[in-house]
């Protein structure tokens, strides 16, 4: 009675994941195999039911318990997606405070990617006491949530979203993906309201309902992805559109990339947008 009074009060904030599979320091082989295609499933398939997880698998197991049960993945008016843990009778997961301390933490560092192996750091630390074996799916399940603010690197290179390939590195070495929170409450939209145009009218599948700078830059570098690689290459351009092209094969930041890096491409700064 007294070690779990000390336990209780040392780990106040410790999540409350009833899950005997995943909630511990070395999981099993198959606990990682369902684990491993659970975070895929988190990827590829946020808006199904389930995450398109027929039956019940181990894998299925392990979203009802990991993120069903604790609301993390729900239905909401926009369809099934990945939502924050608000404060309510209905944190039953006591994870609303992992959420916001974990926000706060990037939002302390917004001038560096912040490697996911230094968030796991922070979340074994009292008060949390978080297992290893399910800090990837927390992590994901994060990303997925407040993907709208979050920058994604993998091994220091920007990439327009989280990928399904970015969830292999996740889980083989932490700290080769990476996060960076981008903070958008100063910027202006002129310049953004611009680019936006150019990535809808290139890309008709991308409607960019949210005007946001991660969005945009997102938008645009995956328009850049998508082009035959000859042109990535050829020397048969003008010497402006060889520019653009180096500027892209470089960018690796989006912030920078909107508000610094385009804008001087033509002799500004982004000072220019506010004037």
């Known amino acids: 009675a007294l070690a779990s009074r000390l336990v209780f009060k040392r780990f106040s904030h410790s999540p409350k994941i009833h899950n005997e ?3 511990r320091i070395k999981p099993s082989s198959s606990a990682n195999a369902a684990k491993n295609i659970l975070l895929r499933q988190m990827v590829l398939h946020e808006s199904e039911r389930r995450l398109g997880i027929d039956g019940y698998p181990a894998e299925g197991g392990l979203y009802d318990s990991l993120l069903f049960a604790t609301r993390l993945h729900q239905e909401t008016p926009e369809g099934w997606k990945f939502v924050a843990p608000v404060e309510s009778d209905r944190d039953c997961s006591k994870l609303k405070n992992l959420w916001k301390k974990t926000t706060e933490y990037l939002q302390k560092k917004t ?7 230094e968030l796991y750091n922070q979340w074994r630390k009292h008060p949390y006491g978080v297992k290893d074996g399910i800090m990837p799916v927390l992590a994901v399940a994060y990303i997925q949530s407040m993907k709208g603010n979050l920058a994604i690197y993998r091994q220091g290179v920007f990439q327009s979203r989280f990928k399904d390939l970015d969830v292999e590195y996740l889980t083989k070495d932490a700290s080769d993906i990476q996060l960076r929170w981008m903070d958008l409450s100063d910027v202006s939209k002129k310049l953004l309201s611009g680019l936006a145009d150019v990535v809808r009218e290139l890309d008709e599948t991308n409607s960019l309902k949210d005007l946001q700078p991660i969005d945009v ?20 351009l003008s010497g402006a559109a060889k520019q653009v092209r180096d500027l892209f094969k470089q960018a690796s930041d989006p912030n920078k990339f909107i508000f610094d890096d385009i804008p001087a491409l033509f002799g500004y700064d982004a000072s220019f947008i506010d004037e």
Do not use: C, H, M, Y
């Open 21 to 23: 599979l995943l909630n």
């Open 111 to 117: 001038k560096e990617a912040v490697p996911i192996s």
């Open 217 to 236: 830059a997102r938008g645009l570098i995956a328009i850049f992805d998508r082009l035959q690689t000859w042109t990535k290459r050829t020397q048969q």
